[in-house]
């Protein structure tokens, strides 16, 4: 950390809370608060465990976290 209010520190968090609200809370009519614990879940779910990304060529990224482990024993 850089200092107080120094923005690159937590950018990856940032755009990632930025993504879950534009792709999931903002889009969705969530009558309850179980309804958007369910509805955030399920985002994550389909976040790390389903969708590919081309940064990491074209893997999903909880298989990268699991490779990277198994590697590392």
Not at 10 to 27: A, D, G, Q
Request: overall charge positive; glycine content about 6%.
């Amino acid at each position: 950390m850089n200092g107080k209010g120094r923005s690159i520190d937590n950018i990856v968090i940032e755009r990632f809370f930025r993504t879950l609200k534009y792709n999931c809370i903002f889009i969705n009519d969530f009558k309850n608060i179980k309804e958007l614990k369910d509805g955030i879940s399920n985002y994550m779910d389909k976040y790390n465990n389903q969708r590919f990304y081309s940064s990491i060529g074209y893997k999903k990224p909880m298989n990268v976290y699991l490779d990277y482990l198994q590697n590392a024993a």
